[in-house]
């Protein structure tokens, strides 16, 4: 490695993640907790509670689906640089 990939510590240093990147690991993961509140509000019968969950997992998938987008028109990802 060159000296300018390395911090002043000695650690490599990476690019870092693209916001959409981390927007889509953010909402995965509120999917997975309102499917688990979905499942809970269905067994308990709760019907108002799983409307709203299922109307929150609708807004967080098209969410997702509109930064992915956005991450595939910028195109790319890690390339080489050697």
Do not use: N
């Not at 269905?42 to 807004?59: D, K, P, Q, S, Y």
């Amino acid at each position: 490695m060159t000296e300018e990939q390395r911090s002043p510590t000695g650690k490599p240093m990476v690019e870092g993640t693209p916001m959409d990147v981390i927007h889509v690991r953010i909402a995965s993961f509120a999917l997975v907790f309102c499917f688990a509140v979905l499942v809970l509000s269905f067994v308990g019968r709760i019907w108002v509670l799983t409307g709203i969950v299922v109307a929150i997992m609708a807004i967080i998938g098209i969410y997702m689906a509109f930064a992915v987008r956005r991450q595939k028109r910028l195109g790319g990802g890690p390339q080489s640089r050697g």
